[in-house]
């Protein structure tokens, strides 16, 4: 589904700043795949998802997705393609507008051409089917200001914006960091719901390495812009925490600590 090749981007060219943050890095995700995407502060996890939403074009390298080539496909033509959320929970709704409302555009812009705000009776049945899901009760809170919501709500409502449209691909950037354990616990439980019902293959990076080996079938770890582990199947099922640093350790000759991996 998702078919990155030999990604080489290079920030700040030629300047002290200069910063090599893709180094020919190549991955390949099946259709439904679920992978976790873990490596210290500064790896190049969130530059790879940039890469692939269309943030910046690489200096080298291709990206595919569905069999289309999309290396130089404006961001914004992805978008409808790509659902994304990130840390802040604010990212991507509108505060100001209610639960209900933010869902509408949402689904609206799903549709292509048609630009309709209009709530049809059986879109609101809809999203409040959807959301009654997630067992939070916000379903009950349709007419409620986004902004007034708890973070893991947001978080929640956010999930349900970026696939609605039923994209090809959800690429999520340390969507449960900024909430507190319990809403965290609750937000990933709601994205493991809505990849399965939908087949999504998914992208997610996450500093928590016990959470990155449970969620998903598959776990990548990146370092100094590239990939140096690809766990999936019995290796990745009996792998602890301890181990998995232990072999970060053994690949960079350098200590790595839960702490580092977890709070930086
Ligand atoms: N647009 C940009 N311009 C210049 N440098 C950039 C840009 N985007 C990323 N970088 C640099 O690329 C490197 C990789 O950053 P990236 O955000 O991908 O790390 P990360 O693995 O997501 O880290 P973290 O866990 O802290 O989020 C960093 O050194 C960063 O400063
Ligand atoms: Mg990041």
Request: glycine content about 8%; hydrophobic content about 40%; charged content about 25%.
């Amino acid at each position: 589904m998702l078919k990155i090749e030999h990604a080489d981007k290079t920030f700040l060219a030629g300047t002290p700043n200069e910063h090599h943050a893709l180094c020919d890095v190549s991955l390949s995700l099946g259709r439904g795949e679920f992978v976790t995407l873990i490596g210290t502060n500064g790896a190049g996890k969130s530059t790879l998802m940039n890469a692939v939403s269309g943030n910046f074009w690489l200096d080298k390298g291709t990206i595919t997705l569905d069999g289309e080539d999309i290396t130089y496909k404006k961001e914004h033509k992805r978008a409808s393609q790509i659902g994304r959320l990130f840390q802040d929970p604010m990212k991507g709704t509108a505060p100001d507008m209610t639960v209900e409302e933010n869902l509408a555009i949402a689904y609206a812009r799903s549709k292509r051409g048609a630009f309709q705000l209009a709530l049809k009776k059986a879109d609101s049945v809809f999203f409040r089917q959807s959301l009654a899901d997630f067992g939070l009760g916000l379903e009950d809170r349709m007419k409620t200001k986004v902004g007034l919501l708890s973070g893991g709500q947001r978080q929640a409502v956010t999930l349900l914006m970026s696939t609605i449209a039923q994209p090809k691909l959800l690429l999520l950037d340390e969507h449960t960091a900024a909430l507190d354990p319990s809403a965290a616990e609750k937000v990933l439980q709601i994205t493991n719901q809505i990849v399965k019902k939908q087949n999504l293959t998914t992208l997610m990076i996450t500093h928590n390495i016990s959470q990155a080996l449970k969620m998903g079938d598959r776990t990548v770890m990146m370092n100094a812009g590239r990939i140096i582990l690809d766990l999936s199947g019995e290796e990745r099922k009996n792998m602890t925490v301890p181990e998995l640093l232990e072999l970060y350790a053994q690949k960079n000759n350098e200590e790595l600590d839960n702490d580092r991996m977890l709070f930086s």
